[in-house]
């Protein structure tokens, strides 16, 4: 009973913490707003200045959405990877997805030459580039799913999964060979990763696919601290192995899939967050560390992202760096701290 308040407290405290740093990252950029025309704008008031109007609407209300998104799924996946392989480097990237949307995205970038001047144009848009991305994700993942029906070895799957990687950053590496440096730029500056390039139809496309992954990975949870015990007594507990698998691998690919189709990959959060929250709340329990995790890599990536903004500047740093540069010193700090890894 003390623990489920302790818990609860936890999660009232973080929610606290992410809707301060939501405002904080709407109210820092290149363009200085008071706080008070920022609120007026969200909650519908109208507000003197127009520009300011457009900023706040258009671009960074959709932009801290996406942080949310992007930081909460990305982490969700790490966390269902990590459980499923029982292996601490796991992350959501780890079966191939992210290198089937990077090879949808070099085929359409590095490609489009062949077609040239205007069918080039057209190839080389923003839905295209998601579109892309979507295809190439879906691609490996149908191909782990094959596996995964075939094969019993879980660990045999996260193999298989890296050799797809291995694959396709071979053909994006013979692709970026023979192309151009315009092209190679285009392709590398994907590579960097943005929050900041989704409208509201293109959000709302995003989260439709993002609450269907939370919800398969919810759906989950009992799976998920099933397998905790580990594969043979899950067993004999009458757990569906393969079938557990299928959920959990259908859920991450969702999650990291889409997120990768419209903010490209992000490094760093799926593989820390899990641990981080892991460190603090101090349980394997997926009913306690699911939400925890949805908490604490929403408000990572948001103040990720506010730094990457270099406040009152007009230079965007690349939301990858900052996710490592910032994230990777706490991880390592917070295990130092503790000597050991809680799994």
């Given amino acids: 009973m003390q623990e489920t308040k302790t818990y609860k407290k936890q999660f009232v405290i973080l929610s606290l913490v992410l809707l301060v740093f939501f405002f904080a990252n709407i109210s820092l950029g290149s363009v200085s707003i008071p706080l008070k025309s920022i609120f007026g704008s969200i909650f519908g008031n109208n507000i003197e200045n127009n520009s300011w109007q457009y900023i706040i609407q258009d671009y960074r209300l959709p932009k801290a959405f996406t942080a949310i998104l992007v930081g909460s ?81 879980t660990m045999a799957i996260l193999i298989i999964g890296l050799m797809f990687g291995s694959i396709t950053a071979a053909i994006v590496s013979v692709l970026s060979y023979f192309t151009s440096a315009e092209q190679l730029q285009q392709y590398i500056f994907w590579g960097f990763g943005s929050l900041g390039n989704l409208s509201w139809s293109e959000l709302g496309v995003l989260s439709l696919v993002y609450l269907i992954g ?69 349980t394997s329990n997926h009913k306690v560390l699911l939400p925890a995790v949805f908490l604490y890599g929403a408000i990572v990536m948001l103040i990720c992202d506010s730094i990457a903004q270099l406040p009152m500047s007009d230079y965007t740093l690349p939301i990858n760096a900052i996710t490592s540069i910032v994230g990777a010193p706490v991880v390592i700090w917070l295990l130092i701290r503790q000597r050991k890894m809680m799994f």
């Fill in 73 to 153: 799924g990305l982490g969700i996946s790490g966390l269902l990877m990590q459980t499923l392989f029982k292996n601490p480097l796991a992350g959501p990237f780890v079966l191939g997805i992210s290198s089937g949307a990077s090879l949808g995205v070099a085929l359409v970038i590095m490609g489009a030459s062949t077609f040239g001047g205007f069918l080039s144009t057209i190839l080389v848009s923003q839905w295209s580039l998601v579109i892309a991305a979507s295809i190439g994700s879906f691609l490996v993942l149908l191909a782990v799913v094959m596996v995964s029906v075939r094969v019993r070895d």
């Fill in 214 to 282: 939370l919800l398969i990975s919810i759906y989950a949870i009992k799976q998920l601290n099933t397998l905790l015990l580990g594969e043979n007594y899950a067993k004999s507990l009458g757990l569906d192995i393969k079938k557990s698998r299928l959920i959990i691998i259908v859920a991450t690919s969702l999650l990291a899939g889409t997120i990768t189709a419209f903010a490209g990959p992000i490094a760093f959060i799926g593989l820390a967050i899990p641990h981080l929250t892991r460190q603090v709340f101090k």
